[in-house]
């Protein structure tokens, strides 16, 4: 059983309502992804080795030869020189449905520390990035490492361990029959021994984490659409705290303010900085996030770093500072949302 923690499922969840544990237990008699590989079976030396080293202090990130600049030469397998800071790479990524390729040749690099954003038009293929990054899907050819290590199969892959990977949904993915408090201790119901009154409390202090209090009775139906976001957040960041040690955790985000209101878009961004940001202190060790977005305020605000997906490759990646300032036809299009250029739709 891996270590890394699967992502939110959503689509199938059977319908129950609110009980004990037991009766929890008993309900889900399917398998539920979600988490079901974060118990550790590594010591803490080899669980946070890879994630804990040589975290860049400037916040930048540097490229393979240690460069804080702007990379144009992107696309190119690289190989790895030690690098022991790198949670996530994609190495030469092809992913095609059907006939119609989506991913030819995508190479990146995550790293202990970074925030990160994938931009680029729609349908591109940045959800589809996500995915194989957290194990939902696998690549058709190339390959994911995690902590340094080749996953071959999925999320539940024997061979990894050490980190955690979650992935937000951009419909928040609430189970429309649990409540609030249901669905942010989803992951402790099915798999810490905690018992429901630390569940309760636990869920209750992420719940305020996210600027919401009292809404742990409600259903999803009756949030709002930001708040719905904000229980999403509060469910991703969720962790066993007596579990001795926790594994650091790589949070991926597809489109977290896609819908809201320019301040509430502020605040969800302010949220995903502020569980990274925190450090040892963050509620789970949210070491490093990957946003998908097509928001200019979640590039400025949430991300460091970008990578620019157009068809099928990464085709160019840059500090946030660094995108409005682009001579690249592409990303200046993008950038400036104009009909001329090589974009077209
Ligand atoms: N499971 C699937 N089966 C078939 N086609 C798929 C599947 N998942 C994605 N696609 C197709 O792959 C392409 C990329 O989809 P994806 O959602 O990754 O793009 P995106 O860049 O995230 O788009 P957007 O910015 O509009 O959310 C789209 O044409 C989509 O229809």
């Known amino acids: 059983m ?100 989506i991913l030819g040749g995508v190479n990146f690099k995550i790293r202990h520390g970074e925030a990160v954003g994938i931009i680029g038009p729609s349908g591109t293929g940045k959800s589809t990035v996500l995915k194989i990054m957290a194990g939902l899907l696998a690549p058709d050819k190339g390959e994911v490492y995690i902590c340094g290590k080749k996953r071959h199969g999925l999320v539940d892959d024997e061979e990894i361990s050490g980190l955690r990977i979650g992935l937000v949904f951009q419909s928040a993915a609430l189970f429309d029959s649990l409540t609030v408090r249901e669905n942010v201790g989803f992951l402790l119901y099915e798999n810490s021994s905690m018992t429901d009154d630390q569940i309760a409390e636990i869920v209750r202090e992420n719940l305020a984490a996210v600027g919401l209090k009292g809404v742990e009775d409600r259903l999803p139906s009756e949030l709002s659409g930001g708040m719905k976001k904000r229980v999403a957040l509060a469910r991703s960041i969720i962790f066993d705290n007596t579990k001795e040690a926790i594994e650091p955790e790589v949070l991926l985000y597809d489109e977290p303010t896609a819908g809201l209101d320019p301040i509430a878009s502020t605040v969800v961004e302010d949220l995903i900085r502020s569980v990274h940001f925190k450090g040892d202190d963050a509620p789970g060790k949210i070491t490093s996030y990957v946003v998908v977005t097509h928001q200019h305020s979640t590039i400025r605000r949430a991300v460091d770093r970008l990578l620019f997906l157009y068809e099928g ?11 409005a300032t682009s001579t690249n036809p592409i990303v200046r299009q993008f950038a400036s949302g104009s009909l001329d250029g090589p974009i077209r739709y």
Not at 43 to 69: E, K
């Open 2 to 101: 891996s270590n890394c923690a699967a992502p939110w499922a959503n689509s199938w969840i059977p319908p129950f309502a609110a009980g004990s544990k037991k009766n929890w237990r008993r309900r889900n008699k399917f398998a539920i992804a979600i988490g079901k590989g974060s118990t550790p079976s590594a010591g803490p030396d080899r669980r946070f080795a890879c994630a804990f080293a040589a975290a860049n202090p400037s916040g930048l990130s540097a490229d393979v030869d240690g460069n804080n600049s702007l990379t144009e030469n992107v696309g190119v397998p690289q190989e790895v020189k030690g690098d022991t800071d790198i949670l996530i790479e994609c190495r030469d990524v092809h992913k095609s449905f059907g006939e119609k390729q």
């Open 313 to 323: 490759k990464i085709v160019w990646e840059g500090m946030t500072h660094e995108f």
